[in-house]
């Protein structure tokens, strides 16, 4: 039986937040055609090297986002180093798949269940296969969570203090990530993977998510649980049947999050709101990204201010917590607008923001224009495209100034609101390592002037 690791490369372990659903969904896939898997995750600390000299794989197939690049392709490099054939997937490698072949044989673009079933067990061999998209996700298995140190992910608050997308979970709860649809109704905003991808929206039906809900409940017993799909609400009627089928199969006490946009949630009916919060809904997460609505637009998000009040104030009265994301220094942003954003958060009772510093992603629309005004270097150091780093100043803020800006508006912020200050404070305390690991991430930039 041919064998196959799968590897989640990157050192950092405050990103090591939740399961590698992709490389679980990879893995199910080659599992359903008879492959033998294994799942290794750096990111949460393995040792890659040791696990591969157990294994001893046909194929290496290592997963890449843009900040984790060096870290793939290092893994990359080792492997091919013993002899494995060696394959990348994920949106970094399929942006450069000519810099990925430098320490790989073959990479995958696109959605990659399929093509890599047909390099690990038809001898497919193309140096660049194009996976396009699965058109129907149903018939692609739940991921193969079996493959994966559950234990350490299930208790994922225990490690990362700062996941900022759970604050509706208690400290001890289990929780589990979750994947139930791909794509985005919305490809326009410019700093998205959206805008390159284009793979319409696909959704798994409200009965599938149930049953891989049930699912979990039966093999972890999982006490809350969170959507990280694009945009969950997109498809109302699949969210109000889900809700019901939740309260009608006895699940209504696993508390959930899942994201959405702004206007999916403007025109949505209270009483949708209020049966998802029946059903366990606790937090939705939206990227508001900004408070002018002269930056909206800059930003292509496809709504206003006022819908993002009117958004907050729909979730907020059916008893629901808004988590959301804010964007700093955005083309043409100007201290007059990220004032509007400081006074946005400020002002509304968004828990936990993230606040990030505008990154042109390769291949995001940004990057297009950018590349046709010949702006961009060739070489950058993909390390510091984590959105905690500055790469370019597209904006009309000082650079002195924009490098300080994300750290002043979590000040503002968390002086606005003293008890999630408290909360936070408290939580720093228990978690000195990585506490300090975040805090050079967000100072950083702000020393390095
Ligand atoms: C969940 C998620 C996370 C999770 C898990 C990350 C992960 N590696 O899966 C967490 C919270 C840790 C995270 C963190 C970050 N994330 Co994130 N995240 C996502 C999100 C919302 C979903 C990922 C997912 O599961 N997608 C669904 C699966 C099915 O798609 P997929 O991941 O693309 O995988 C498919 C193909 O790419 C391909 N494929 C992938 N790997 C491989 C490997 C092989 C061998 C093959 C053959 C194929 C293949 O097949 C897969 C199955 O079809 C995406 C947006 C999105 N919708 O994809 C952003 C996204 C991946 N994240 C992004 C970013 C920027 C980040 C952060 C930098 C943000 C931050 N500052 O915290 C960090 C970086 C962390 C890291 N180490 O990489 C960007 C990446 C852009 C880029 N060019 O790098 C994305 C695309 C969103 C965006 N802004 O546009 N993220």
């Known amino acids: 039986m041919v064998k196959v690791a799968l590897i989640n490369p990157g050192k950092s372990q405050r990103f090591a937040v939740q399961e590698p659903l992709n490389l679980g969904f990879l893995a199910a896939y080659l ?37 984790v690049a060096y870290d793939a392709y290092a893994v990359a490099d080792h492997c091919k180093s013993r002899g494995i054939l060696t394959v990348m997937g994920g949106v970094h490698p399929w942006m ?15 959605e990659g269940e399929k093509a890599l079933v047909d390099i690990a067990l038809h001898n497919k061999r193309d140096r660049v296969i194009e996976g396009g998209y ?19 992910y299930l208790y994922c608050k225990k490690y990362v203090p700062y ?67 694009d945009d969950f609400w997109t498809d109302k009627e699949r969210v109000v049947r889900i809700s019901e089928l939740l309260i009608k199969e006895g699940l209504d006490k696993i508390v959930w999050g899942a994201s959405a946009r702004v ?58 917590i808004v988590h959301g994301n804010i964007i700093v220094g955005g083309p043409g942003e100007t201290l007059r607008d990220a004032e509007l954003s400081r006074e946005f958060l400020k002002k509304t009772s968004i828990v936990t ?32 495209f984590n959105q905690e780093e500055l790469i370019m100043n597209l904006s009309n803020i000082p650079t002195k100034a924009l490098n300080k800006l994300r750290s002043k508006m979590y000040l503002s912020y968390y002086l606005s609101h003293p008890v999630y200050a408290l909360k936070f404070i408290l939580s720093a305390l228990k978690h000195p390592v990585s ?3 975040k805090l050079v991430h967000t100072l950083k930039p702000v020393f390095k002037l």
């Open 435 to 437: 506490t300090a690991d």
């Open 134 to 152: 699965i058109e129907n996700i149903e018939e692609i298995p739940f991921p193969a969570r079996h493959l994966m140190d559950m234990e350490r």
């Open 263 to 320: 206007d999916q949630i403007v025109g949505t009916e209270p009483e949708i709101l209020n049966l998802a919060r029946r059903a366990g809904c606790r937090s939705i997460t939206m990227g508001f990204e900004s408070g002018s609505p002269r930056m909206l637009e800059e930003l292509k998000k496809g709504f206003t201010i006022e819908q993002a009040h009117e958004a907050i104030r729909l979730i907020k009265k059916a008893g629901i």
């Open 353 to 384: 923001p993230e606040i990030y510093i505008f990154t042109p992603y390769p291949g995001s629309q940004v990057w297009c224009r950018l590349e046709a005004e010949q702006k961009i270097d060739r070489k950058f150091d993909w390390r510091r």
């Open 96 to 110: 450069f798949p000519e810099e990925a072949l430098e320490h790989c044989d073959i990479v995958v673009k696109g």
């Open 163 to 229: 996941i900022l997308h759970l604050p509706y979970v208690p400290a001890n709860a289990k929780i589990i990530h979750i994947l139930t649809s791909r794509g985005c109704p919305h490809s326009e905003c410019i700093f998205c993977h959206n805008s390159f991808k284009r793979f319409p929206y696909r959704a798994n039906s409200a009965e599938k998510v149930i049953e891989e809900i049930k699912q979990l409940k039966k093999d972890y017993g999982i006490e809350a649980l969170y959507y990280v799909e």
């Open 31 to 67: 599992e359903k055609n008879g492959a033998q898997v294994k799942i290794f995750d750096q990111l949460s600390g393995q040792d890659v090297p040791a696990l591969l000299n157990d294994f001893k794989p046909d194929v290496a197939g290592i997963t890449s986002t843009t900040p």
